[in-house]
């Protein structure tokens, strides 16, 4: 993350999002699979919203594992193409930091181990979410993104 990167708090809408699921531990390898097979199918996803922002969605399943969903947003009540699933996110307040795909996973360390002790927030539910917006190429190491990870304050 980088000690010139300030995380930022944002407010963020309701979304529906529809992808295809992988299940495994933080940083399985199965995620970043799912973004190799993903971006041919989601042609598939009828009523996208946000052309041009493409989500990865992480949340903890109740076997203890991550879901991970590479999706697409649609508008409410899209249909879910066979092999993809539909997944409502709520309102939600995020802090928002800037990542590379080499350095997400300090990305969230540095998130949930220093800067969440000290910000006066808490973790609040919901699922994690990456933010790939058009300035992202994923044949440029160093392209840019956005982790979002779901706070509360007090």
Known sequence: MGTSVTPEVVSSPAKTVIGMVAQGVAGDPAFGALW???PARAEEIQHVVNDEHW????????SGLVDYMA?????????APAGMV??????????RVPTTLATIMNAFDTVYNSWLPS???????????EDYGPEFNPDDPASIFHICVPVTAG
Do not use: K, N
């Open 36 to 38: 190799g097979s993903f």
């Open 55 to 62: 989500y990865g969605v992480c949340r903890m399943a109740e």
């Open 86 to 95: 539909s997944w409502e996110i709520p309102t939600t307040t995020y802090v």
């Open 71 to 79: 999706a697409r947003e649609v508008e409410a009540g899209a249909p």
């Open 119 to 129: 910000s006066g927030y808490s973790r609040a539910a919901g699922p994690d979410l």
